[in-house]
């Protein structure tokens, strides 16, 4: 007897082939049978005429670091059809830690102080990769090193190279971090600390991962008038260490930059067709997200979020750091100037107190307020203590469908279950994909679409036998009416389940069963490596 059986399913098997209608059955974890008929009885038959059965789908780029040590039953990516899910990006991972800074590298992780409430009892990370399986997520778990990370560990966030001793002791982190099943090392180069790092010690680390397999995710150093320059710089990496590359969330920020589209697409391409492995992810909205420490000039971040509130607190430091981004500087990525504070709302802060400007811009809360925006914006910083996260609305969405399209992108999320109005990718990315992308702008076709959500990133991420339906690999599925699936999260409403997902199984069980949580919690942490 199987377990699952579905019948009739329009099965899109995530290879790129096109779509076949046949039964699809599951025993012992792992797709069973595959054909026009099957015979046999299952626990659980489902009657799939009108519905596509797909692979359980990948997010190769998210912030849900410390979502599944505190709800490790969540639902946000189940009702998505999300199976597996990559921690650990743009620069920074929950481990490894230092024992003297143990929480600042929290801190660092999820965005600022007062995130994480729980108890930093683990340091390595394979301490960290145990404490997600003990307990007992819904959805399979990978992660990346965060370069960022590992600065904090080794030296805070001190705004100067590392030395060579100092780069030494990140190369030994990252060993064992990678032994301990990393998929590979991720960089934050536009964020503090990552951005005092030089080319050379990334690519000190580099050479680690080509050494293990991994790969190299960049949230490159600009994504606005130094495009081309950055993905330059993430080349060169590559380049110079042999190490597969793969840019973050790629995207031209700000009006300006727009046209810059064309000539990043065609300079990455070019690398490609030199022989290096380059792929992408990117994000189906044209908002991003991000922290408003972002705002702030480069040298006012050294030390961290407190050596931050510190400078903001004096009057003549705070006068300083409005002039710097209100000037800009030379090479530094600006989001003001990308979206300007009418298109920076605030999506969330910690204190009950400031509740209330969630999902306002910060023109419009200043204004509330009766305050200029820089200043209002400095004293939301000063009483959150750095911690507050924003969307910004600097993208279009012919570029976000442009980078879709490429055959080497992959989807990503990039999003982060911060509270308050998050950005609406946390809940929506994914079936966003197949109602915008694939039935309402034909920018994709299914089978393309689904093989960037699964068969894709499970290559990129080294997992030969995830991502595809196929006799004999673990039995991750989603089934979804492709005629209604869709988004409906909003960024006035954006914590709302999507549509038009039927059931979803992570290693052979049903975790969602006609649109209702089971209570099953089969997910593990897949260990780079041993899979």
């Known amino acids: 007897m199987y377990d699952l059986l579905f019948r009739q399913a329009t099965v899109v098997d995530g290879s790129g ?10 025993a012992g974890g792992r797709f069973a049978a595959i054909a026009p008929r099957l015979d046999g009885a299952a626990q659980r038959a489902f009657d799939a005429r009108g519905l596509v059965l797909a692979p359980g789908f990948i997010d190769l780029h998210c912030h849900f670091d410390a979502y599944h040590l505190e709800q490790p039953a969540g639902e946000i990516k189940i009702r998505q059809g999300v199976t597996l899910e990559v921690v650990g990006n743009c620069g920074a991972s929950l481990a490894p830690l230092s024992p003297t800074r143990a929480r600042m590298g929290v801190d660092y992780c999820l965005g600022g102080p007062g995130r994480f409430r729980g108890e930093v009892d683990w340091r390595t990370y394979e301490d960290y990769a145990a404490k997600v399986e003990q307990g007992r997520p ?31 002791a990140m190369i030994g982190l990252l060993e064992e971090a990678l032994a301990a099943g990393a998929a590979g090392l991720s960089t934050g180069l536009y964020y503090a600390p990552g951005l005092f790092a030089s080319t050379d010690e990334v690519v000190a680390l580099a050479n680690v991962v080509a050494r293990r397999g991994g790969y190299y995710a960049s949230h490159i150093r600009n994504e606005a008038e130094g495009l081309l320059e950055a993905l330059d710089e993430a080349l060169a990496i590559g380049r110079a260490s042999d190490v597969p590359v793969h840019i973050s969330h790629l995207k031209a920020a700000g009006a300006r930059n727009w046209g810059k589209a064309e000539a990043a697409v065609s300079k990455i ?3 490609r067709r030199e022989g290096l492995d380059v792929t992408c992810d990117v994000y189906p909205y044209h908002f991003s997200s991000t922290s408003l420490q972002a705002v702030i000039p480069p040298w006012a971040l050294e030390g961290g979020s407190d050596a931050l509130v510190a400078r903001l ?15 800009g500087l030379p090479g530094w990525e600006n989001i003001y100037h990308n979206a300007g504070w009418e298109k920076i709302r605030i999506s969330s802060v910690n204190s009950p107190a400031n509740h209330r400007v969630q999902g306002q811009s910060v023109t419009q809360a200043a204004a509330a307020a009766g305050a200029d925006p820089f200043e209002w ?31 080497f992108a992959m989807v990503g999320s990039d999003g982060a279950p911060r509270g308050g109005k998050p950005h609406p990718r946390v809940y929506g990315t994914f079936p966003r994909i197949l109602r915008r992308f694939v039935r309402e702008l034909k920018s994709l076709t299914l089978e393309e679409a689904v093989r960037k959500m699964t068969s894709a990133s499970a290559s990129r991420l080294g997992f030969a036998d995830r991502g595809c339906i196929r006799v004999g690999s673990p039995a991750d599925a989603v089934l979804f009416d492709p005629v209604t699936v869709g988004d409906t999260a909003s960024f006035e409403d954006p914590c709302r389940h999507p549509i038009g997902v039927k059931a979803v199984a992570v290693a052979g069980r049903l975790v969602l069963d006609d649109g209702s949580m089971t209570g099953e919690r089969p997910g593990r942490f897949c260990r780079a490596g041993t899979r």
């Open 17 to 26: 082939a096109p779509a076949t209608v046949g039964d699809v059955a599951i």
């Open 138 to 168: 819904v959805l399979n778990v990978a992660g990346l090193v965060g370069h960022g990370s590992l600065r904090v560990a080794v030296m805070g966030f001190e705004a100067r190279p590392a030395t060579p001793a100092e780069r030494d």
């Open 269 to 271: 391409e070019a690398a």
């Open 313 to 327: 607190v004096d009057r003549n430091t705070r006068a300083k750091v409005i002039a710097g981004i209100k000037d």
């Open 377 to 407: 914006a400095m004293d939301l910083l000063v009483a959150e203590r750095g911690a507050v996260n924003i969307i910004a609305g600097s993208m279009n969405e012919e570029n976000v469908a442009r980078f879709l399209a490429l055959p």
